[in-house]
């Protein structure tokens, strides 16, 4: 009865900060309501911000198999920090998770994988990203549906478009978002089936001012990042390396 969760910083809940500004987001949820169906679950969390998937299911997948003793269950997503590079390469990105789904298999671990939720409403040149994750999701769809392997489909979640469920960066979920995503994975475990829908509120301001702030605070900055050849990751370690318990 042990979870561990793999991939970027939509598995490391960046976006649904706690006061001491240490991520939650939605598989510390979903850990949590399974330790509540069931004491006897533990959890990990291998997730880093800004990964690319390869070293995802290279060096965090390595690192969540070698856990003692042996995860019974392990989320996997990964791929929307390639989306976002000139010339991803969505078959080897669809290679790489099916290299995961046979060492999971080997391993005897239980997989699910995730597609990450869409924010290309949101975001400057939406439509490349959504028309390249859009490919990416249905080659993982196919891929996990041949293997039989869990897939929860955030990315086709419409509801999760919604500017309500988005941070400041339109780029990673606030609270509600991870909250709906739990949801949805708590679901296909068949743990519970509790929807988390948030009310229709006011229209989210796109004024020019608003535009400029958001570009100087978060666009300019990743790309700053992306010119100097660094990751909002680096220095950065799994925030749950060791089988713990969440509350």
């Not at 020019?208 to 370690?237: C, E, I, K, M, T």
């Amino acid at each position: 009865m042990r979870y561990v969760a793999i991939g970027d910083s939509f598995s490391e809940g960046m976006g649904d900060e706690r006061a001491d500004g240490t991520p939650r987001g939605w598989a510390d949820l979903v850990a949590a309501a399974l330790g509540a169906a069931d004491p006897r679950w533990q959890y990990a969390n291998l997730a880093i911000r800004g990964r690319l998937l390869e070293p995802i299911v290279t060096a965090q997948l390595d690192a969540a198999l070698a856990l003692s003793p042996p995860p019974t269950l392990l989320s996997l997503n990964g791929g929307g920090n390639d989306m976002m590079r000139r010339g991803a390469d969505l078959s080897r990105l669809v290679r790489l998770i099916e290299g995961a789904v046979d060492r999971c298999e080997a391993a005897g671990v239980r997989l699910m994988v995730l597609s990450g939720a869409d924010p290309s409403d949101h975001l400057p040149l939406g439509r490349v990203l959504r028309r390249r994750a859009e490919q990416l999701t249905e080659a993982v769809r196919e891929l996990t549906t041949r293997r039989g392997v869990l897939f929860v489909d955030c990315f086709g979640d419409v509801e999760l478009r919604r500017p309500g469920y988005w941070s400041a960066d339109r780029l990673h979920l606030n609270a509600a978002g991870h909250r709906r995503v739990a949801g949805l994975v708590l679901a296909a475990l068949e743990v519970a089936d509790a929807e988390h829908r948030l009310d229709e509120g006011a229209a989210v301001s796109r004024g020019l001012l608003v535009q400029a702030q958001y570009y100087r605070q978060h666009v300019l900055p990743w790309v700053l990042r992306r010119v100097r050849g660094r990751s909002s990751g680096d220095g950065r370690a799994a925030k749950y390396p060791a089988w713990t318990t969440v509350s």
